[in-house]
C-alpha cells in the first residue's frame, strides 16, 4: 500500500511540474508569453509580439508588449540565423542560395511581426531591425518603456566618426538625465571613448596624401582615454548596479592601458552587442 501511495506521490509530482508553467485562467498572450521569458523564450515572443500586433492602441500594456518583443527577438536573433544557416546551407540537400536565407527571413515576419527580421546577405546573417522599439518610440514616447526603446535605437548608430556618434550619446544622456538609463548611457559613452582611444592608438582615420607620427597618434587618443576613465570611476560609485559591476572591470584594463578586447563602436565592424550584455534581461 505504501508502495502504491508513493508511485502516486511521483506521478502527481510530475504532473504538477509539467503544467507548472501554464498561465491562470482568464490570462492572455501576453501573461502567457511572460511567464514562459525564461524557459521558453522563442515561443513567449511568438505570443507577445503577436498580442502587440492585435492590441496595437492600448495605452497601458502595447508599450510593455513592444519592448518585451524587442528584447526577445534581439535575444533569438543569433540563434535563428544559425538553425537558417544550416537549414540554407549545411543541412543535406540544402539549395545553398540567398533566396533561400530570404525566404526564411519571410517565414520569421510572419511569425513575429512584418518587419521584424531583415536578411544581410554581406555577412549571411538575418538580424532583428528594432521595428517594435522605433514603433513604441513613436507610438508612446511619454511611456516608462520609452527609455528601453531609445537606448536600442541609440544602439544602432554608434557606427561612424566620433564626431557623429558621440553628439548621439550626449543627446541620449540629456534625455534621459537619471536612473538605470542614464548609468546605461554613460557606460556606452565610456565604452566609445574607449573605442575612440584604441583607434587613434592604432590606426588613427584615413587621411590622404599625408600621415601622422605615432606619438602624434598617442597626443591626439589619450584625452578619449581620460574621459572613459572619469566615466569609468564615476560609475563604480554605484557598487551594487551592473554598470558599476561592468566600468570596475574595465577601468582597471584601461588603466594599465589596456583594452577590453571588444570594439562597441565606431568601426565598420563593431558590435553594440544584445540587450543581455548591457544587464537587459
Known amino acids: 500500500m505504501k508502495r502504491i501511495t508513493d508511485i502516486a506521490r511521483i506521478v502527481c509530482c510530475l504532473l504538477v511540474g509539467t503544467f507548472l508553467w501554464v498561465a491562470p485562467a482568464g490570462a492572455d498572450e501576453l501573461d502567457q508569453g511572460k511567464a514562459l521569458m525564461k524557459t521558453q523564450p522563442e515561443q513567449a515572443a511568438e505570443l507577445i509580439c503577436r498580442w502587440a500586433q492585435a492590441h496595437p492602441k492600448e495605452k497601458k500594456r502595447t508599450p510593455e508588449a513592444l519592448a518585451l518583443c524587442g528584447r526577445l527577438l534581439d ?16 543541412a543535406k540537400g540544402a539549395p545553398r542560395t540567398p533566396a533561400c536565407m530570404q525566404a526564411e527571413a519571410q517565414g520569421l515576419n510572419a511569425r513575429f511581426g512584418s518587419g521584424s527580421f531583415a536578411y544581410e546577405h554581406a555577412i549571411t546573417y538575418i538580424p532583428y531591425t528594432g521595428v517594435q522599439y522605433r514603433r513604441l518610440l513613436s507610438d508612446f514616447p511619454k511611456s516608462s518603456w520609452a527609455a528601453e526603446a531609445d537606448f536600442y535605437t541609440l544602439l544602432r548608430e554608434v557606427r561612424g566618426h566620433p564626431d557623429k556618434v558621440l553628439p548621439r550619446i550626449k543627446a541620449f544622456l540629456k534625455r534621459r538625465p537619471r536612473g538605470e538609463w542614464n548609468r ?32 602624434e597618434l598617442l597626443i591626439r587618443a589619450e584625452p578619449y582615454r581620460q574621459e572613459a576613465l572619469r566615466t569609468y570611476r564615476d560609475l563604480m ?17 584601461l588603466q594599465a592601458q589596456q583594452e577590453d578586447g571588444v570594439t562597441y563602436s565606431i568601426v565598420n565592424d563593431s558590435s553594440p552587442g544584445t540587450l543581455d550584455k548591457w544587464g537587459i534581461q
Not at 535575444?75 to 549545411?90: I, P, V
Open 184 to 215: 546605461r548611457g554613460r557606460l556606452l559613452w565610456a565604452r566609445v571613448n574607449e573605442d575612440v582611444w584604441f583607434v587613434h592608438r592604432k590606426w588613427s582615420w584615413v587621411l590622404f596624401n599625408s600621415a601622422i607620427a605615432p606619438d
Open 237 to 253: 560609485k554605484d557598487k551594487k548596479s551592473f554598470e558599476g559591476r561592468a566600468a570596475a572591470q574595465e577601468f582597471l584594463k
Open 75 to 90: 535575444r533569438l536573433q543569433d540563434g535563428l540565423t544559425e538553425r537558417a544557416e544550416k537549414k540554407c546551407y549545411w
